[in-house]
């Protein structure tokens, strides 16, 4: 299954902060040793034209050259860097590899990304591009090159805060289908109509969170046909997460991911994830969900394979 990544470039933050940077490289040292299985290639970065297809050229340049106001760049929570922007460009890259290997093997994942909060003219809550918005365009856009049909994709936002940045970009696009299950008083507090919200109570369990999500999908089947599924894997719901509010249990968590592929493998579209947020009281339960989330993904992308022989 292959897997990309953009952990090489690490950004230094002010002692203290409450991104948990290390967990993307503790997550690939965990995946090579772990799970052999896992193909890690390095994220190329997306292309000034590519982030273009969701965010206006003004904001774009801002980022990379650092003319950005430093309102807006406290808003996203890291400080502006060289790095911080190389940084944001590959995450969206990773998106994009992982969703062309979607479609060649059926699975495929970015081991960061899932930066839903940022919109077209502004970044927030540690997402500076939106790496989903971006990838979903260009799929379609290169699907356009040789269909009259287009490419549909359904946005799955899982990540325990709303995806606010997504469905503002997809507003009225009857070919994205933006899904969100979240918090419902949790960041963003101001958030932007979905396709689908669900709002969950604080405290919300394995119980009440699988049946929400088990009727999300159904409405989502019965409202849209997907060719191509983003699926944001936010391990936050966890009941060990500092930001989730959320009672999932690692159990609760797996039984997620599992009916996700699930879903999307009964009806053979192939399906790209990222990382999305973990804000673990202990770093180590938040990389422990996310190689949980690659094991079973692995068991999907070789229920793929076998279709092929």
């Known amino acids: ?48 034209g590519e982030l273009a297809l969701a965010h206006s050229p003004s904001y774009i340049r801002s980022i990379m050259d650092g003319s950005i106001d430093p309102k807006l760049m406290r808003e996203i929570g890291f400080p502006w860097s060289p790095a911080m922007a190389e940084r944001a460009r590959r995450s969206v890259g990773a998106t994009i590899s992982a969703c062309r290997a979607a479609f060649r093997e059926g699975v495929a994942a970015n081991i960061a990304g899932g930066t839903h909060h940022a919109s077209r003219d502004k970044g927030g809550g540690f997402c500076v591009f939106n790496d989903a918005a971006v990838a979903a365009r260009l799929m379609q856009a290169e699907r356009a090159r040789t269909s009259r049909q287009p490419l549909r994709v359904a946005i799955v936002d899982l990540d325990v805060h709303q995806g606010n940045g997504s469905a503002s970009i997809f507003r009225g696009d009857p070919t994205v289908f933006t899904l969100s299950l979240h918090g419902q008083k949790n960041f963003p507090f101001r958030k932007e109509a979905s396709d689908l919200d669900v709002d969950l109570p604080d405290g919300c369990g394995d119980t009440d969170y699988l049946q929400a999500l088990e009727g999300a999908l159904g409405e989502l089947e019965r409202r849209f046909e997907p060719g191509l599924v983003i699926y944001l894997a936010g391990s936050d719901p966890h009941e060990g997460d500092r930001l989730g509010r959320l009672k999932l249990t690692w159990d609760g968590l797996e039984a997620r991911d599992r009916r996700v592929f699930d879903w999307a493998f009964e009806r053979r579209i192939p399906l790209a994830f990222a990382m999305a947020g973990g804000y673990g009281t202990r770093i180590e339960d938040t990389v422990q969900a996310q190689v949980n989330t690659f094991g079973v993904a ?3 992308w070789r229920r793929w394979r076998a279709l092929s022989k």
């Not at 952990?7 to 052999?36: C, I, N, W």
Request: hydrophobic share 45%.
């Open 1 to 48: 299954m292959q897997v990309f990544y953009a952990t090489q470039f690490v950004l230094s933050l002010p002692p203290g902060h409450r991104f948990p940077m290390a967990k993307y490289q503790l997550l690939r040292d965990r995946l090579a040793v772990e799970l052999p299985a896992v193909q890690l290639g390095q994220a190329l970065p997306a292309s000034d």
């Open 298 to 300: 692995l068991q999907y």
